[in-house]
């Protein structure tokens, strides 16, 4: 009986030595292994390069979301991919008060960068040369950089920074083809025809891009000659809020209309209450019927 004691003693010990040393095995193991067996998620990086020509073919658009404050422009990049590889690149801006391009403006000598810039050549012609270098190489990758504004030696003869074009092709491969907007390109400009009871007429100017609405402007004209509308407003002189208890001066109901018309880029979407004004545009309470109407007048279609 002692010797079966005994036995039983020895294989519980046994037993429990197998189950400790199995339990100490597995933490090792959960801390070890990966934690899913799922296969990993695919790289969102964006691709800055395509020497493979696997692109998909498409139309590729990229701006950046808000104007310089500084100089008043913001960076327009459109792509076409055709048989897997980019084929044509456009480089161009777009001012806060809209009216030309950047590429026009330069073209027709009204950017003036090497007259006041001492540049050895227009920005348009230095655009155009890191355009043919992104459609001869497949890529911007490798660029160097030669100071934290963006200056590169890489191109002879572009002296002027390409870091917003890299940064912006980047972007426009990563979202994918975007197509082409539903606007004729060029600068578009509506006045309306009579001033107000007030002493003003509105005006509205658009720049678009890629059949793109890229900067929209609307102001007004003032039947003294004085200031313009929007001047007016920002140097407090209009006073909405004062006199009219608004819940913001007129010119930053304005810009709210002018970012919802890039952002939708259909007029259709501010729709109207009560004729004039909308419930479209969340802090808008101005009549805005005027500025749908010369937008309308101003833009084209495709």
Known sequence: MRKLLSLLLVLVMMSSLFIGCAKNEDEVEATTAPATTAPAAESTE???????GTLADGIYFAT????DEASGWKTVVTLEVAGGNIVSADWNGAKNVAGKDKKTTSKDGEY?????????????EQAALVE?????????EGLNYTDGE????????????????EALVTE??????????????GSFYASEADFSDSGWKDNASFTVINGFVVSAYWNGESKDGAKDKKTTSIDGEYKMVEFGKAIAEWHEQVQLI???????????MITLVDGAKTDAVTGVTIAVDGFVNLAKEALKLR
């Open 150 to 165: 963006g200056h590169i030696d890489t191109i002879a003869g572009v002296s002027i920074t390409v870091n917003e074009f």
């Open 132 to 140: 043919a270098y992104l459609i001869e190489n497949q890529t911007l």
């Open 172 to 185: 426009a491969l990563n979202q994918g083809p975007v197509g082409s907007g539903p606007y004729v390109d």
């Open 112 to 124: 003036k960068m090497v007259e006041f810039g001492k540049a050895q050549s227009e920005w348009h």
């Open 258 to 268: 002018e970012g919802f018309i890039m952002d939708a880029q259909d007029i259709e």
């Open 64 to 67: 950046e979301p808000t104007f």
């Open 46 to 52: 964006a691709p800055t390069q395509n020497v493979d």
